[in-house]
Each structure stands twice: as structure tokens, then as C-alpha cells.
């Protein structure tokens, strides 16, 4: 059971054009972490966000922690084919220092 | 090296036999973390270690998985008495300290299939 929930499952969008895709959970994070999964590779680290309302952007996308550390979004603009990947988001809890993950979302950017 | 390196990257065993998967975690990082992801699945989590002792095993789906990490670099994750049902792709990484705060480098896996 993955105690953090992601949405949507799968997404299919055509170049140039924006999204947003979502991790929710029931429980509060002392930090989470967002990454992004190619196929026969590992995840790879996009941002880690620790405080409450924060918003973190890399280029074309942006990363923000809600209010009460419950829940993340990933925003990116102007998609490009080069985005296509699995986004995986992992939340950390205090007094436990490891990150458990979500099943992800699997963007695909059709050019 | 430069990132996190597993071997082998693929392995095939039949049914009830015995498997290890080894992990070299970036130098110098202290905490190493065991995943199994299955196919349309995120990482679930199996082990991590700060430096050389387990500090949460919970993961561990039963007694017929274990790890070690001898002298807090090289990790070995054993499997014994394998199973149709372990096969996945093992994924280990690490991080300059145990933490949420620190992201992690995974490497790219061990994918086991038992047959």
C-alpha cells in the first residue's frame, strides 16, 4: 500500500503544452521529494521541499509544498518530448529518515 | 565512481535458488537505502543503512531477505530461496546522510527475474 497517492496515473499531452500533476497523503511530511524515473534507469532527483507552502522552480518547472506539508504539486510549462519520464514524489516523516514513494505519474509529451 | 553502481545489472535464476545483489554507493556518503519497484509501481522501500548497522529493516517482506553492509560502503542484498513473486528491479542508493532533507542517487538496478 503506498501511503502516498499520486495523480493523474498516466497523462498524455502534446508539445508546448502546460500540466500539473499532484501527491497526496493523510499524513504530514517533514520533507518531500520529487523525481523523475526513465525507463532501465533509476529516479533522479529533481527538488527536495521542507517547509510549508514552499515553491521551488527548476526551468520549466515549478514545485510547491502545501500549507500543512500533506501534499506537493508539479507544475511544467510549455512541455517538451524531453519531459516524458515516470514523476515519482517521496515523503519523508520525522523521527523516520527514509523516504517512502508514490507509484508516480507516467507523463508521456508527444511532439 | 562518480555515481552508484549495482551488479549485475540483470539476473535469471530458477525458483529456490539463492541471489545476491550487490550496490557501491557514491564515496563518502554514509546512509544506503534497498528498493524493489515492480513494473507500473513506485519504489517500495526494503532497508537502510547508516553506516554500517540496518536502522530500519522493516521493509524486509520476510526472513528470506537480508542485507549487509560489512564496512559501511558496499552493500549486499541476499535473497534466499527465491521466489516467482521477488522478481522485480532491486534499486539501491545513497545519500551524504541519512535524512529527508538529503536527496538520494540511485543507481539503475538490478533487474531479477526468477523462473
Known amino acids: 500500500t503506498q501511503l502516498l497517492e499520486q495523480s493523474p496515473q498516466f497523462l498524455s499531452i502534446q508539445e508546448g503544452e502546460n500540466l500539473t500533476v499532484y501527491c497526496n497523503s493523510s499524513?504530514?511530511?517533514?520533507?518531500l521529494q520529487w523525481y523523475r524515473q526513465e525507463p532501465g534507469e533509476g529516479p533522479v532527483l529533481l527538488v527536495t521541499?521542507?517547509?510549508?507552502?514552499e515553491v521551488k522552480k527548476l526551468k520549466r518547472l515549478t514545485f510547491q509544498f502545501g500549507d500543512a506539508r500533506k501534499d506537493s504539486s508539479l507544475h511544467i510549462t510549455a512541455a517538451q518530448p524531453g519531459d516524458t519520464g515516470l514523476y515519482l514524489c517521496?515523503?519523508?516523516?520525522?523521527?523516520?529518515?527514509?523516504?517512502?514513494f508514490g507509484a508516480g505519474t507516467r507523463l508521456t509529451v508527444k511532439p | 565512481g562518480a555515481g552508484v553502481s549495482q551488479t549485475p545489472s540483470n539476473k535469471v535464476t530458477e525458483k529456490g535458488k539463492y541471489v545476491e545483489l550487490r550496490c557501491d554507493p557514491i564515496?563518502?556518503?554514509?546512509?544506503l537505502y534497498w528498493y524493489r519497484q515492480s513494473l507500473g509501481q513506485g519504489p517500495e522501500f526494503l532497508i537502510y543503512?547508516?553506516?554500517?548497522?540496518?536502522?530500519?529493516d522493516s521493509g524486509l517482506p520476510n526472513d528470506r531477505f537480508f542485507a549487509v553492509r560489512p564496512e559501511g560502503s558496499v552493500s549486499t542484498l541476499k535473497i534466499q530461496r527465491t521466489e516467482r513473486g521477488d522478481s522485480a528491479v532491486y534499486l539501491c542508493?545513497?545519500?551524504?546522510?541519512?535524512?529527508?532533507?538529503?536527496?538520494?542517487?540511485f543507481g539503475s538496478g538490478t533487474r531479477l527475474t526468477v523462473v
Open positions: 542508493a545513497s545519500s551524504l546522510q541519512a535524512g529527508g532533507s538529503y536527496g538520494y542517487t
Open positions: 499524513s504530514v511530511f517533514s520533507s
Open positions: 521541499v521542507v517547509t510549508g507552502g
Open positions: 517521496a515523503g519523508g516523516w520525522v523521527n523516520n529518515n527514509d523516504m517512502r
Open positions: 564515496s563518502g556518503h554514509t546512509a
Open positions: 543503512f547508516q553506516g554500517t548497522g540496518a536502522a530500519d
